[in-house]
């Protein structure tokens, strides 16, 4: 028999034992090379050799960083803490969004000409009130630095279209048998519309001519033919165009005291972009404007005539008051306010200082809102704090452990901080679509009541919240988790009590 020597075994056993050392020595190498956080995630899973290098930068076997994605399955384990965090950013943004929309559409310039459309204007209380006549008007007009004064006497009555039964006069006003009776008489006239009528000098026509929209304007004709101007307000509101006909109508008492009727056939003669002046009518009303010397047509012809609306239109009720380009009108202002104060139950209105008083007012708004959404915002973001800093602590053991299998401090804190970003992120995109839905919301509600509002994304104030939303995420995120990233391994894996 062939007999095997002790030093053969001993060279086998050798050879042997290398052999198995050296085959295993690669993988040795290789799981070497892998964080015991990603040892634990990839139980089961054979990596390739690109796995093996992005594990060794930090990131996982699909190539998202390790950090990252503990984050977003923390958050999704903590839904219920995730959802009332977003909820508080959220509600903080989406105010500031809405609010930066409606004060950025604040246009003073044109809430002001809203009022008046001048640089001074004069306004009579009442018609039945002493104004200024045609004198003071040509005492404003001596003035230097003033170009045009735009000057209406005021009446009131109703207004008919072409396609209206005319007939209706027949009945729409109401006798007595005697004067007692008829003094306690009401209107009762329903025919047509209510309509407030300006009756402009010639320097009102003719500033007029500049802001037609349709038909024309010519002084002669508007001063010697029955012809009225509307804007085109009223023109869209009510369908009446240039070339149309349609009947005034005014009143006066008899001497019986009855109200009595007196109509006459108007044509449009234009439609403009707006009057001269900044008057107002009733709900449901219409505010149109004629020559000063037409009107005579709307004085009742018989001697029967106990009291008339035309035994007041001795005066002007609207004074508007027009600067050359680089008038200076804080020197005229005074001069002015004192023509006005000089009739009862005047008003004067300088546009300069009304808009500087909007200005004012509007300030002081934005100033008291952005303080309360300012308010909102710092409880929201000391719920957010209070929240995840409660959340955090709780989650002490678990960060310790994570620390305790290979995490660094710098992964953790990347961990957090994408925490934080991921809350800020959510709560800007919610933001962004809850405060555009609002704004817009605001918009249609206001827009019929506020001419002034247009249309707008508030980008300014989105690039704020979404900025914000962010920023306070992970701000407060990492202060919250200071106190947890500065205990020791030990300290945060022992159990709290």
Known sequence: ATMISPLSLL????????????????????????????????????????????????????????????????????????????????????????????AGNFDTERIARGVVKSDFSIRVASMYDDGPDEQTIEEILSFEDVQTVAAAKF???????????????????????????GMRATMVD?????????????????????????????????????????????SSRYGIE????????????????????????????????????????VEGGILAACSDKIIESLRPENGDVHLTMMDYIDHYSYVDIYLRRGGDAKALESTIEEIADRYRNSTFISYSEYKKETEDAISTLSTLVYGLIAIVGFIGICGITNTINTTIILRRRELGILRAVGMTGKQLKAMLTYEGLIFGLISAVS??????????????????????????????????????????????????????????????IRTIE
Request: aromatic residues 8%; without cysteine.
């Open 431 to 492: 933001s962004v679509v809850l405060g555009l839905i609002l704004s817009y919301t605001v918009y249609s509600l206001l827009r019929s009541e506020m001419s002034h509002l247009n249309w707008s994304i508030p980008w300014i104030g989105i690039i704020l919240a979404v900025a914000g939303a962010i920023g306070a995420g992970i701000l407060t995120t990492l202060a919250s988790s200071r106190k947890v990233t500065s205990l020791s391994i030990t300290e945060s």
């Open 242 to 281: 240039a070339g149309d006909k349609v009947l005034l109508k005014t009143y006066y008492l008899n001497e019986s005291m009855v109200q009595v009727p007196v109509a006459s056939e108007f044509v449009v003669a234009a439609v403009v972009q707006e009057l001269p002046s900044v008057a107002y009518t």
């Open 155 to 181: 009446i009131t009555g109703r207004l008919l279209t072409e396609y209206e039964d005319r007939d209706l006069d027949n009945r729409s006003f109401a006798t007595f048998s005697t004067p007692e009776a």
């Open 11 to 102: 060279l086998g056993a050798i050879l042997g034992f290398l052999s198995v050392v050296v085959s295993s020595l690669i993988p040795a190498l290789r799981a070497g090379k892998v964080s015991p956080v990603e040892a634990m995630r990839q139980y089961g899973v054979e990596p390739s050799d690109f796995e093996v290098k992005g594990i060794v930068k930090g990131q996982s076997s699909s190539g998202e960083k390790i950090p990252l994605k503990l984050a977003k399955r923390n958050m999704r384990r903590n839904l219920r803490t995730t959802i009332i965090s977003v909820i508080s950013m959220t509600m903080a943004a989406t105010l500031f969004i809405a609010f930066s929309y409606f």
């Open 190 to 234: 329903n025919s047509g519309m209510y309509m407030a009528l300006l009756a402009y000098n010639d320097l009102g026509i003719e500033l007029m001519k500049t802001k037609v929209i349709s038909g024309s304007i010519d002084l002669t004709r508007a001063t010697s033919e029955p012809v009225i101007i509307i804007d085109i307000e009223n």
